[in-house]
């Protein structure tokens, strides 16, 4: 296996206004193979977007590493970092606030290039056509703006700018969750295709199991800053072992007004959830508490056939 991204007992805390240490990312470990696409899933608070910004370093770790193509970036100087970001790219949720509605789509495409002195004008106007068309868009659309555009056109010119530097790792957070239902799966398609033809990796985030289990090679479920449990879609969404990936999975909706989701029945505080665990971070919410959850906090471990490809943090699997 060709490794892209290693990530070491990473850690970010935060300071609360009211002077709380929120642990919003808790020694997250995870090897990414080249080519592979890993979803994080979990619900809204957990951490994902703070792993996912300190992947690219736009959030500086507390404490770990992040190895991406064998360089340590945290022990980069700021050009050597610039470089290594060339080929890491993000992807945000809200495609209306990730363009700035005074630029042409031609120049907001373009502009990666720019900053990066890539090619001679015209050279860099094919390639933003080039772009526009790989996402599925006409070229003719780069003199539009983007308040002229559905959400879905936006969100593709957001991802034809993450392609303009030819990038190795996409960082993509919650990329789908602010598009209407029917433009998500095209822009996934998309995603997809782009990952076949582009040799692209992904962090792939969101809070929606369903879609997370469709895209990934391999789904990393986080809870309170720390991934819980890790695996195959197959092994996360059929066979699963944290009782808390089995609340998300039950959480999926499915056409039945008698049915009630389990998630909306057990609001959270992440703060207050953190502060009243010593053992297992997933305590306060957990069916099968037992004395040692309360005392212990849990290793992550292996669990079922194969050996070493499904982990779970949980004291049920020690
Ligand atoms: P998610 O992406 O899963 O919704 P986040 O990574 O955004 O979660 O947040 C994780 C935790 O860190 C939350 O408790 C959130 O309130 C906190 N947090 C995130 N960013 C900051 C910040 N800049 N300052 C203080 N707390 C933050």
């Given at each position: 296996m060709t490794q892209i991204l290693e990530l070491v007992n990473l850690t970010k805390d935060f300071t609360a206004k009211n002077g709380t240490k929120i642990g919003a990312?808790?020694?997250?470990?995870?090897?990414?193979?080249?080519?592979?696409?890993?979803?994080?899933?979990?619900?809204?608070?957990?951490?994902?977007?703070?792993?996912g910004r300190m992947i690219l370093q736009l959030i500086r770790?507390?404490?770990?590493?992040?190895?991406?193509?064998?360089?340590?970036?945290?022990?980069?100087?700021?050009?050597?970092?610039?470089?290594?970001?060339?080929?890491?790219?993000m992807i945000f949720q809200d495609p209306y606030a990730a363009l700035d509605p005074r630029m042409s789509v031609g120049k907001l495409v373009e502009e990666p290039l720019l900053?990066?002195?890539?090619?001679?004008?015209?050279?860099?106007?094919?390639?933003?056509?080039?772009?526009?068309?790989?996402?599925?868009?006409?070229?003719?659309?780069?003199?539009?703006?983007?308040?002229?555009l559905s959400g879905g056109q936006r969100q593709r010119i957001c991802i034809a700018r993450a392609l303009a530097l030819s990038p190795k790792l996409v960082v993509a957070d919650e990329p789908v969750s602010a598009?209407?239902?029917?433009?998500?799966?095209?822009?996934?398609?998309?995603?997809?295709?782009?990952?076949?033809?582009?040799?692209?990796?992904?962090?792939?985030?969101?809070?929606?199991?369903?879609?997370v289990k469709y895209v990934s090679d391999r789904i990393a479920v986080m809870y309170l800053g720390r991934i819980v449990e890790i695996g195959s879609p197959d092994d996360i969404c059929t066979d699963p072992a944290h009782p808390y990936t089995r609340l998300l999975l039950d959480a999926i909706p499915v056409p039945d007004p008698e049915r009630t989701r389990p998630l909306d029945q057990a609001p959270f505080d992440p703060l207050e959830t953190k502060l009243s665990s010593t053992g297992c971070s997933y305590v306060n919410r957990c069916s099968f508490v037992t004395a040692k959850c309360k005392q212990e906090a849990p290793k992550l471990v292996s669990v079922?056939?194969?050996a070493k490809s499904h982990w779970v943090e949980c004291h049920l699997y020690q």
């Amino acid at each position: 296996m060709t490794q892209i991204l290693e990530l070491v007992n990473l850690t970010k805390d935060f300071t609360a206004k009211n002077g709380t240490k929120i642990g919003a990312v808790r020694g997250v470990s995870l090897k990414q193979a080249k080519g592979e696409t890993i979803g994080v899933v979990g619900e809204s608070g957990c951490g994902k977007s703070t792993l996912g910004r300190m992947i690219l370093q736009l959030i500086r770790p507390s404490s770990g590493q992040v190895i991406f193509q064998n360089q340590d970036l945290m022990s980069l100087d700021k050009s050597e970092l610039r470089q290594a970001r060339r080929q890491m790219q993000m992807i945000f949720q809200d495609p209306y606030a990730a363009l700035d509605p005074r630029m042409s789509v031609g120049k907001l495409v373009e502009e990666p290039l720019l900053i990066f002195g890539q090619g001679s004008r015209q050279e860099r106007q094919k390639k933003v056509a080039q772009l526009l068309e790989v996402c599925g868009l006409s070229s003719d659309l780069a003199s539009s703006h983007p308040g002229a555009l559905s959400g879905g056109q936006r969100q593709r010119i957001c991802i034809a700018r993450a392609l303009a530097l030819s990038p190795k790792l996409v960082v993509a957070d919650e990329p789908v969750s602010a598009l209407d239902v029917s433009v998500q799966a095209q822009v996934i398609n998309l995603m997809m295709q782009l990952k076949r033809d582009h040799d692209l990796s992904y962090i792939f985030i969101s809070h929606n199991l369903a879609v997370v289990k469709y895209v990934s090679d391999r789904i990393a479920v986080m809870y309170l800053g720390r991934i819980v449990e890790i695996g195959s879609p197959d092994d996360i969404c059929t066979d699963p072992a944290h009782p808390y990936t089995r609340l998300l999975l039950d959480a999926i909706p499915v056409p039945d007004p008698e049915r009630t989701r389990p998630l909306d029945q057990a609001p959270f505080d992440p703060l207050e959830t953190k502060l009243s665990s010593t053992g297992c971070s997933y305590v306060n919410r957990c069916s099968f508490v037992t004395a040692k959850c309360k005392q212990e906090a849990p290793k992550l471990v292996s669990v079922g056939p194969p050996a070493k490809s499904h982990w779970v943090e949980c004291h049920l699997y020690q």
